[in-house]
């Protein structure tokens, strides 16, 4: 597995941009409303790897225990990633190679020995993630040509290749995306560890005076809803979710209606305070007046 990078490796003016910038594809998507849903979307559909869900169940005590801990801290590591300088990226790489690191199981149903690093294993995680996200944000009307689509695949093979990933596996276009789900179809399921995570992400604990005294239930399950509604057909089936062609219609009108309605929310309520420092972080300093 190739090391992390240094950031001695890095000039201070690329550790200030970070590794994607404010003029990458990356930014446009991951700071848009649409992003939430992919996130959920993608994590529903990676516990449909046996292999890689029994890493998570063998491993993540936390999504069980302290699902919520959980869930924020795989948002701040996108989001650090995404918006953060190189140096703070980097940290974050290390926190999670470092979870990673020398952890092993066997998994039932397929009897296969594992890695929690495998590299097969990084690639399906991170491949769920970079399909969810571009989907929802297309989906959802954010502006992208197929240029664009392709770029964005292109500009996350940094991520990728930071987190484990052999470099030459990594899809580097949506085309080459689509055809690493077409050959992996065949060795996903809905192991019980799936059906435990998916019933945690739709229907997450939450304590009663979260439920009754804040719209958080009602929110969460918004969001929710479309994660699951956006999955690819063969992954709703899977699920025993309805796979037709009218539910994409109608998740798609409905992922559209919810971003037009959060796009209403000022950005400095609607944004990450990760987002908003990094818009800080890179604007062009105002011209000193005469």
Known sequence: MRPTPSIKDFTPEEDLLGFFGPDSISWRIHSDPAFSVGGIRALLLQALHPVAMDGVHQFS?????????RLTR??????????????????????VRGLHRGKSGVE????????????????????????????TARRAGVPLTDAEADRYVEEQVVAAVLVGCDEADVPRTEAELAAYFARVQDRLAVTPAARTASRFILVPPMPGWVQ??????????????????????????????????????????GLRAFRQATLAVPSRVRESPIVRAARV??????PLSA
């Open 281 to 286: 972080r890179v604007a062009e300093p105002e």
């Open 108 to 135: 039932e149903t397929t009897g296969r020995h594992f890695n929690v690093d495998d590299a097969d294993l990084l690639l399906w995680v991170h491949n769920c993630e970079v399909d969810s996200l571009l989907s």
């Open 74 to 95: 795989t948002a701040e590591y996108v989001a650090t990633l995404t918006f953060g300088t190189r140096r703070d990226a980097l940290r974050q790489v290390r926190r």
């Open 212 to 253: 009754l005294l804040t719209p958080a239930r009602p929110a969460w399950a918004t969001l929710a809803s479309l994660g699951a509604a956006t999955l690819p057909q063969w992954a709703r089936r899977l699920y025993g979710l309805p796979g037709f062609g009218l539910t994409d219609a109608a998740a798609t009108a």
């Open 61 to 69: 005590v936390a999504f069980e225990t302290e699902p919520w801990a």
